[in-house]
């Protein structure tokens, strides 16, 4: 029976050990891991935003973190970065890296420029549809006035071709101001002054149909289309329809 609980007692001494040596390498094992990472990542660079930088810069901004630029040959138009400077780069800003990793960068070539199109006299939707095949934007359309033109027509462009430009601004004319008129009750009045003085004032005047009213004298506005209190102008058609 003492042989035996002594036998227990080794094996169990025996285990202990071996249970603390295992927990030793594993320990050991950890430490090592986490020194490698550390050591790893304690040689590494971020890499910098060089996004607008000139070629000049990106490559003294990379060198400095002994990483290496690699500057792209196809250049990439962009209407915000100037022509010259970075527009892209592989990896990202913010990435780690380590030293001597090469950094791709594509330089911008500027805003697109292609001819600009010859507008004026042109209609404006036909001037919008060939500025959109062009390929050219449409900076800004402004208005104006005038009998001069014929409405709806370009007028003006800035630039003007064949100049070479990423984009144009126009100025159409809306056509000249017309007078127009509050149309004026005229029932009951003399359907022959009432026509006379309309187209006096550049009105289209029609008398329609007639037809006998008891009472009232022949010729007498019954009915008028539009109703007073519409404004009415030299396009608009204004029809009267007197009494026989």
Known sequence: MTCSMAIGRRVWGVGKVLLLLGALAAT???????SMRVAVRAGQV??????????EDATRALQELE???RIEEARKPDVKIPAGHIVQQ?????EEARPQRTVKVWVSSGARTTPVPALVGQTERTARIRLDQDGVALASATEM???????????????????????VSILINRG?????????????????????ALRGAGLRVTIVGS????????????RQQPASGYQVGPADAISLEVSR
């Open 28 to 34: 050991f094992l950890i430490s090592f891991v986490i």
């Open 46 to 55: 971020q890499i910098p935003d060089l996004t607008n930088m000139t070629v």
């Open 67 to 69: 990483l290496r630029p």
């Open 90 to 94: 592989d990896p990202p800003a913010g």
């Open 145 to 167: 006035q005038s009998p001069d033109y014929a409405p709806d027509t370009i007028v003006a462009q800035e630039p003007v071709p064949p100049s070479r430009s990423p984009s």
């Open 176 to 196: 000249g101001q017309t007078t127009t008129y509050v149309m004026p009750d005229v029932i009951g009045m003399d359907g022959t002054r009432v026509e006379a």
């Open 211 to 222: 037809q006998a009213y008891p009472g009232v004298p022949a010729g007498t506005v019954v």
